[in-house]
């Protein structure tokens, strides 16, 4: 009997034994879900917060952006001409573009990973070129032009082309077209650096170059504006009209 009993209380002990490791898996399981639920939890808040903080930063980067933007397109009135209710207005355009150069630049330096505050910055070289400050003006567009947004790395670079075209570095500013030609951009479209390069190829007595460029854009946009405007480009050429 006593034999019978504890065989039956060994039973009942594996039982409870197996009971117990059940629970026991079970509970840590809970806990492992437990804290899986609190850490996604966590990684959604952080997740919302960045984002609003970064919608907050962009809403703010805007509105500066805009701010700038008025000075910059502020119309230059001649002495004594009034301006229109409301309207921005400036006598001269050093010191337009001054305030402009520092209003893009502090919206760039402040909202550095914002749209708004890279678009500042593009700007800020612009207004700087428009001063004659050539060197800040590459820098604010080098900047751009190393950066991860291809359509505004596109605009600088044209931009940096151009500068390269007017200080006379056509090698540098033949390449950076060529570039953009291979690898074109919406913001900075084919045909209008073919036009480009085909204008600093008609400005440095390049005929041929001029022409292969022109004829090129005809046959390949054809009925656009912007192959009438090379047609145009076309019978200027020398030995053309």
Excluded at 136 to 159: H, P, S, T, V
Excluded at 209 to 220: C, D, G, H, V
């Amino acid at each position: 009997m006593s034999d019978h009993l504890s065989r039956k209380d060994l039973k009942t002990d594996e039982v409870r034994e197996t009971l117990a490791q059940g629970a026991g898996a079970i509970l840590s399981h809970q806990k492992l879900t437990i804290y899986i639920l609190a850490v996604a939890l966590a990684i959604a808040l952080a997740v919302f917060g960045f984002k609003t903080y970064t919608e907050h930063q962009t809403v703010k980067a805007a509105a500066a952006y805009d701010d700038a933007m008025k000075v910059f397109d502020a119309r230059i009135t001649a002495p004594g001409e009034p301006a229109q209710p409301g309207e921005t207005t400036y006598n001269d355009e050093k010191t337009k573009y001054t305030l402009a150069a520092q209003k893009f630049s502090d919206v760039a330096k402040k909202f550095p990973h914002t749209r708004p505050g890279q678009l500042a910055g593009y700007y800020a070289g612009l207004s700087d070129e428009k001063l004659d400050k050539n060197d800040e003006a590459k820098k604010w567009l080098q900047g751009l032009a190393d950066g991860g947004d291809y359509d505004l790395a596109a605009m600088a670079r044209f931009e940096l082309a151009q500068m390269h075209d007017r200080a006379g570095q056509s090698d540098e500013a033949v390449k950076l077209y060529q570039d953009l030609i291979t690898k074109p951009s919406v913001l900075v479209p084919k045909p209008v650096v073919m036009l480009t390069l085909a204008e600093h190829y008609s400005a440095k007595n390049n005929a041929a170059e001029a022409t292969r460029l022109y004829s090129l854009i005809k046959s390949e946009y054809p009925d656009t504006p912007i192959a009438q405007q090379a047609d145009q480009e076309l019978n200027l050429l020398p030995g053309k009209s």
